[in-house]
């Protein structure tokens, strides 16, 4: 099932996956011993349980609302807020950009294991994949993996190239957190970061007057269950080029095709929460078959 239990179902009959997608998923699914494999073979087996660290029912009940309201007033994306300084060679991009979608399904489209929602379906492309995944250690939420991406890059107008990046990730997927650093990314001497999802109360205003709620908990009580809850994505990325390619004008470049690629991958993200607002909710009986297949833990 994925990132998604039981989202999966919907998202695909409302997206079209691209023509590769089929052949990739083999080397995008995570690295498994031996004897996980064997045990995935076995028929008599039980398939191990997903477990998530949110509010299934709420999620379904959170989708319905943006389902709703789009048709009605569809969301506006707004513009990233990117700022990139630059302190002894060392580059910092802030990144901070609104999502239209509830914060569990947001991080859960970023950590998919397949790569996520970064396609481009003008071109017909991966913007961004994961090539090989590995989890490393698990211990409740907190998930700590090895990952290897291939990026596009468009160069020089001419040719689409593939940047292979080595990272090591620790994400937690109750505090919707993501912590990386490179184990090795072409030209980089410097290349690690983070990023965090964050509740935005986006019918706050209208529905809760004058109380300004604390918890979604508050805001649901406040908005009598009516307000959708939108996503804040914060992204500080630090990056330093080897030389000769930390010295102008070689630096300039790295710079800019750093927050040209950064965007692009944005756009997608903007573009895939597009489509889950589009998404009309899975059945009932749907919601009830995958309730039976994960365990919610809200309070580890």
Known sequence: MGVFPGFGAWINQNNQES??????????????????????????????????????????????????????????NPHPKIKVTNKKGLYHMNIELTVGTAPDTLYGLMIEPKGGPFFDY??????????SRKVLKENGPRRDIMVEKAVAYKFLSLTTISIPIHLTMVENRKDLTTKYKKGKVMLMKEFHGNYKVE??????????????????EEYKKCSGGRGRVASKLTINHYFEPYPPFNIPPLSWFIRGITIKTSKKLLSALQEMASIVRNAKPPSEEIIKASEKEIIQLHDF
């Not at 071109?123 to 961004?128: E, G």
């Open 122 to 131: 003008d071109k017909w492309r991966d913007l961004m994949r994961n090539t």
């Open 19 to 76: 023509p590769n997608a089929e052949s990739k998923r083999s080397e995008n699914v995570e690295s498994k011993s031996a004897s996980e494999k064997d045990t995935n073979n076995a028929h008599f087996k039980k398939k191990k349980k997903d477990v998530i660290y949110y509010d299934y029912r709420d999620s379904i009940r959170q989708q319905g609302l943006w389902y709703e309201a789009e048709k009605k007033h569809p969301w506006h």
């Open 199 to 216: 509740p935005i109360y986006v019918d706050q205003e209208r529905l809760c007057k004058k109380k300004s709620p604390k918890s979604p």
